[in-house]
């Protein structure tokens, strides 16, 4: 069974391309590049991304105008149904800025733009993209982002300790994150925002292979490849 999977593009991204190039290495079948005017998904999609750039050019605030782009409508359905949807970067920023998740993303502390590899710590390993990970294994990831702060107020932050929804969590101070979060999960553990860039690395030549796990734990568990 082939693994078919889509990248949104909005105007500014910069990773779709990056995003497309790590599904398809690790699936074997080249995503739908899906424009974000577009008012439809292609039928029968295992697999939603939103990658990282800088969609609209971070107005108003990073990933609002991208989150009430056209296409987003049918992805929050997709997601509805129990398509699994990631975003990196821009759109982790997308996806609270959706409401398909909680909490937002803030300018980083420190108001300085954050580009290098970091350390995480995988918090859950119970999920459709974790589960190629070990529970409290350290990871190696690269970041770049200027607005990656996470904040949600503490019942928030609360619940989604207690739900186990914490996903990763950066294993050194980086941009302020609320208890170093660097990646969550909705409650029905189908949609994942992460800061961190896993397509960055999935092959030695981009100097390091801890974000194929991410992409792998996927495949498998939606096509058993």
């Known amino acids: 069974m082939s693994f078919r999977s889509a ?9 779709d391309r990056d995003m497309a190039d790590a599904l398809e290495k690790v699936s074997g ?10 008012a439809a998904l292609p039928d029968g999609l295992d697999f939603i991304a939103l990658p990282g750039g800088f969609s ?3 107005y108003l605030r990073s990933g609002a105008m991208a989150a009430r782009s056209p296409i987003m409508q049918a992805v929050i359905a997709a997601a509805g149904k129990g398509v699994p949807v990631l975003g990196v970067c821009n759109g982790f920023q ?3 800025e959706a409401g398909l998740l909680p909490g937002a993303l803030m300018r980083n502390a420190g108001i300085r733009f954050v580009c ?4 995480l710590k995988v918090e859950n390993t119970q999920s459709l993209f974790t589960a190629g990970y070990s529970a409290g294994q350290q990871i ?5 982002h200027h607005d990656g702060n996470y904040f949600a107020d503490a019942e928030t932050l609360d619940r989604l300790e207690g739900e186990g929804r914490v996903a990763f969590r950066y294993a050194e101070p980086v941009n302020g994150s609320a ?12 949609v994942l925002g992460m800061m961190p860039h896993p397509e960055r690395v999935i092959e ?4 390091g292979t801890d974000g194929r796990a991410l992409f792998e734990s996927a495949v498998r568990g939606l096509v058993g490849a």
Request: one cysteine or more; aromatic letters at 6%; a neutral charge.
């Open 7 to 15: 990248v949104i593009t909005f105007p500014g991204s910069n990773c």
């Open 29 to 38: 079948t080249a995503p739908h590049r899906v424009w974000h005017g577009d």
């Open 56 to 58: 609209y050019g971070d």
């Open 94 to 96: 997308v996806l609270t």
């Open 116 to 119: 290098r590899e970091v350390k």
């Open 140 to 144: 190696v990831i690269p970041v770049a």
């Open 179 to 190: 208890r170093d979060i660097a990646g969550v999960l909705n409650a029905a553990g189908n």
């Open 204 to 207: 030695p030549a981009q100097g």
